[in-house]
Every structure is written in structure tokens, then in C-alpha cells.
């Protein structure tokens, strides 16, 4: 949590154990063989957040490649999907844009956990499988979002610092890739927001609300971000509301966002 998203990773050593800790977010993003020698399992325990683009998931697509490669075992300490088991939506990566962001071919919300997801890898993805074991959750249901769990949430990234923070995710994250509006990132509003100095709050969101897009509402904006786009100017836009999460298309509000501001 002390790096800044996108930001690259070095490899260092641990100064409470001495243990060395090797990067797979810089120049190496699959374990080589090197880091391997002498290791007898590779346990992944992390907490994703739902989304293909969101690279935890790439990792330990790349993670499972090594361990079948180099004969080690592989377990998978499952977690909650936060946005349940039963929200899927967007199309699957096209062979010519597999990239560390969209490294798996599964929809853009693929309703798994992280467990679940290891098993379809290992089944259907690998050209070898590796020896696989997850270890299962108790009590989790496909129809829980993460407040069902009762578990306390710890961010998973500077920008997800709430639960919630894993629904809007995908509500705004391919737009702000392209740089010319704010989604939130360096302001208190990390992917829950659509803002610009070339917008009019109160037309903006009038356009939106008039789309009557199911589960969501569109607030009018005023705001001047701390950092990231549209660092210390006024800017106007919208904040997303989340009516009724069941029914919003959420990979969906960016491109009627784009339609709008046209």
C-alpha cells in the first residue's frame, strides 16, 4: 500500500526475516525458474476484487504456468468474489488483445472467486496442468456480496479501500484509461465519479438519468481533485449511485458516459 497504482515493483529483502522477496509486478511478472529453486509449494492468498483487468489474477495465471513448469506444487487459499458469484458481464478477450490486463479469456466480470477460477485455469487453460489444491471457504454462497460475509475489509490496493470501492471498479476503469476524464482516482471518490472542466454538472447528469439505466442514478458534481487527472482544477461531472446492484449493468455506465459527452 506505500506504491502507487501501476506502479513497478523491486525485488527486496524482507528485514524481519531476511527472507528475499521477488517482484512479479516490474520487469519479472512469471516466477522463473531462479526464484523457484528450492521451493516446494507457491501458496496464492489473495483477495481479488471480481474483475478481469484488475491483475491479481494474471499473476496467478502466470503463477500456475511456473509451478507446472518447474514441478511445484500450487494452492489456492480461496476468498469472496465481492461482487458475488452471479454477476458476469462484458465480452471475452479477443486473441489479438491478451495482454497482463486482460490475460485470461473470461468475461469482464466472471463471477468466480479466486478458487474457482484457479480450477478453470488448471482444467482448460494450461498446455500442462499444475498439482492444484484450494483451499475451500466455509459458508460463503454464490448470492453473497462482500457485506454478506461479515469479514472486515482490508483495501487491496491504494484505490480500492472499501468493499464497495470493488463494485464501481469496473463502473469507470477502461474510460479512465483513456486519460480525458476524471473517474475519481486522486480525488475521495476512486472510480464513483465522471468529471471534466468542459462538463455542466446539472446537464450532465439530466442526460444521464434520462438514459434510465437500470439500478443506477446519476448526483450533479462539483469537485477539484487532489491528484491524477484534473489535478487542482474545478471540475464538474456526476457521481454513479448504485440503486439496486442486481439489476445494473455496471461495465455498461462508461459507455453510455462516452455516449453522452459525444
Not at 501501476?6 to 512469471?30: E, H, M, Q
Not at 498446455?127 to 462482500?146: G, H, I, Q, T
Not at 471498479?169 to 475519481?184: K, Q, W
Amino acid at each position: 500500500m506505500d506504491v502507487h497504482a501501476g506502479d513497478k515493483i523491486d525485488t527486496f529483502t524482507d528485514p524481519n526475516t531476511d527472507v528475499p522477496v521477488f517482484s512479479l509486478y516490474g520487469a519479472t511478472r512469471k516466477p522463473t525458474a531462479e526464484m523457484l529453486e528450492g521451493v516446494d509449494v507457491l501458496v496464492y492468498d489473495i483477495q481479488d476484487i471480481g474483475c478481469r483487468s484488475y491483475t491479481y489474477i494474471s499473476t496467478m495465471y502466470l503463477a500456475m504456468q511456473a509451478a507446472a513448469e518447474n514441478n511445484i506444487d500450487f494452492v489456492v487459499l480461496d476468498r469472496p468474489n465481492p461482487l458475488g458469484g452471479q454477476k458476469v458481464e462484458g465480452n471475452i478477450v479477443e486473441n489479438d488483445f491478451i495482454s497482463f490486463v486482460s490475460q485470461l479469456k473470461i468475461p469482464y466480470l466472471y463471477g468466480l472467486t479466486c478458487g474457482e477460477l484457479a480450477l478453470m485455469i488448471n482444467k482448460e487453460m494450461l498446455s500442462a496442468p499444475c498439482n492444484l489444491e484450494v483451499v475451500k471457504m466455509k459458508k460463503w454462497r454464490r448470492k453473497m456480496k462482500f457485506e454478506d460475509t461479515h469479514l472486515p475489509w482490508v483495501p487491496t490496493s491504494p484505490h480500492i479501500p472499501f468493499a464497495h470501492s470493488a463494485y464501481f471498479y469496473p463502473v469507470s476503469g477502461i474510460l479512465g484509461e483513456l486519460g480525458y476524464m476524471s473517474i475519481g482516482v486522486g480525488y475521495t471518490l476512486p472510480f464513483e465519479m465522471f468529471a471534466a472542466d468542459w462538463i455542466n454538472a446539472e446537464e450532465f447528469a439530466k442526460s444521464l438519468n434520462n438514459k434510465k439505466l437500470p439500478g443506477v442514478e446519476f448526483r450533479p458534481l462539483h469537485l477539484k481533485p487532489f491528484y491524477s487527472v484534473g489535478a487542482g482544477s474545478n471540475l464538474q461531472g456526476v457521481q454513479v449511485h448504485l440503486t439496486n446492484f442486481d439489476k445494473a449493468r455496471l461495465s455498461d455506465i462508461q459507455f453510455h458516459v462516452m455516449e453522452v459527452v459525444a
